[in-house]
């Protein structure tokens, strides 16, 4: 996938083609279903299939106060997009000034003179341009007088509302990762870098890896099912992970990461990891002993461990 850091000056662009808009943050299934429909489209007609993003997230840089923690990084975002086929990812850096572009402005100027595209596919609640002035209905207008069609693409629903970024974030904040990832159509993933932490887990019996993350959003504090993927092997791990303060073990703590990888014993320091978030076993609580806390950490790992024996082997 060809990725334009910043299609507004770059000469190098997708002519003709088909195409969306939008900020795609955690790329779930009602993005996913727009995409797919431009990848389909753009191949019938044998054009090229392109996405228009932003970054950073226009609320950073409009209302910072009020603005989401992402789902994902620009890394990952990258990638799924580039998963579904989209052959370009126009990448717009979001500023004040581009911010007070006029939705008119921004039609003439880059999708039809720049990219002369041929259709565009959208959600139904699409907004763009100064003050979300744009919406589905001026875009069409818009498009029938610069030479592209313009089609809504209905929305995926998950329990019988729509499937949106914000209701995978508060599912996240409430470590519901089974809502959450039923909404992505995946695993809820993050990435980072191994770090050293303060080896308390080696002195109780239970070594972890410290995970210094990239994304701006770990799930709420609790344990869960994990699968980590560590860069240097190539593959994933099964593993178990409690995010929280160690509230058994200090009464003031930062908020830590710390998975136990089930049957590893490499030293990963500075290794580059993918975590995987399957499943959430139990909130983190303060135990009264040290000794009980090994106990319910050794029943974390070996229900981990029938976690991953229940899962339908490769072929099956």
Same mark, same amino acid.
């Given at each position: 996938m060809q990725v334009v850091r910043d299609p507004l000056r770059s000469t190098d662009l997708p002519r003709g083609g088909v195409g969306t808009i939008g900020n795609f943050d955690g790329v779930h299934l009602g993005h996913r279903k727009i995409l797919e429909t431009v990848v389909a489209r753009a191949r019938e007609?044998?054009?090229?299939?392109?996405?228009?993003?932003?970054?950073?997230?226009?609320?950073?840089?409009?209302?910072?106060?009020?603005?989401?923690?992402?789902?994902?990084?620009?890394?990952?975002? +990258?990638?799924? $997009?580039?998963?579904? *086929?989209?052959?370009?990812?126009? @990448?717009i850096p979001f500023? !004040?000034?581009?911010? =007070?572009?006029?939705?008119?402005?921004?039609?003439?100027?880059?999708?039809?003179?720049?990219?002369?595209?041929?259709?565009?596919?959208?959600?139904?609640?699409?907004?763009?341009?100064?003050?979300?002035?744009?919406?589905?209905?001026?875009?069409?207008?818009?498009?029938?007088?610069c030479g592209f069609a313009v089609s809504s693409v209905p929305e995926v629903m998950y329990e019988g509302e729509p499937v949106s970024s914000t209701r995978i974030r508060r599912a996240l904040e409430r470590g519901a990762i089974g809502e959450a990832n039923a909404m992505l159509g995946r695993a809820y993933e993050i990435d980072g870098i191994v770090s050293r932490g303060d080896r308390v887990g080696h002195q109780i019996g239970v070594p972890t890896i410290n995970l210094e993350p990239e994304n701006?959003?770990?799930?709420?504090?609790?344990?869960?099912?994990? +699968?980590?993927? $560590?860069?240097?092997? *190539?593959?994933?791990?099964?593993? @178990?992970?409690?995010?929280? !303060?160690?509230?058994? =073990?200090?009464?003031?703590?930062?908020?830590?990461?710390?998975?136990?990888?089930?049957?590893?014993s490499s030293d990963v320091y500075g290794d580059r990891v993918r975590l995987f978030f399957l499943e959430r076993l139990r909130e983190e609580r303060k135990f009264p002993s040290v000794l009980e806390l090994k106990d319910q950490i050794?029943?974390?790992?070996?229900?981990?461990?029938?976690?991953?024996?229940?899962?339908?082997?490769?072929?099956?």
């Open positions: 007609i044998g054009q090229p299939s392109f996405a228009i993003t932003f970054e950073p997230h226009p609320m950073a840089v409009l209302r910072p106060d009020r603005a989401p923690r992402r789902i994902q990084t620009l890394r990952q975002k +990258e990638e799924a $997009i580039e998963a579904i *086929g989209i052959d370009a990812l126009l @990448v500023t !004040r000034d581009f911010s =007070l572009t006029e939705p008119e402005d921004f039609v003439r100027t880059l999708l039809r003179d720049r990219l002369g595209a041929s259709e565009f596919y959208l959600g139904a609640h699409f907004a763009f341009g100064r003050g979300k002035r744009g919406d589905l209905a001026l875009l069409t207008r818009l498009g029938a007088e701006e959003l770990p799930p709420a504090d609790g344990v869960y099912v994990t +699968e980590i993927e $560590i860069r240097s092997f *190539g593959r994933p791990f099964p593993s @178990v992970t409690n995010i929280g !303060r160690r509230p058994t =073990l200090y009464e003031e703590y930062r908020t830590t990461i710390e998975t136990y990888v089930l049957d590893f050794q029943r974390d790992i070996a229900a981990s461990r029938d976690y991953f024996a229940r899962l339908p082997a490769a072929g099956d």
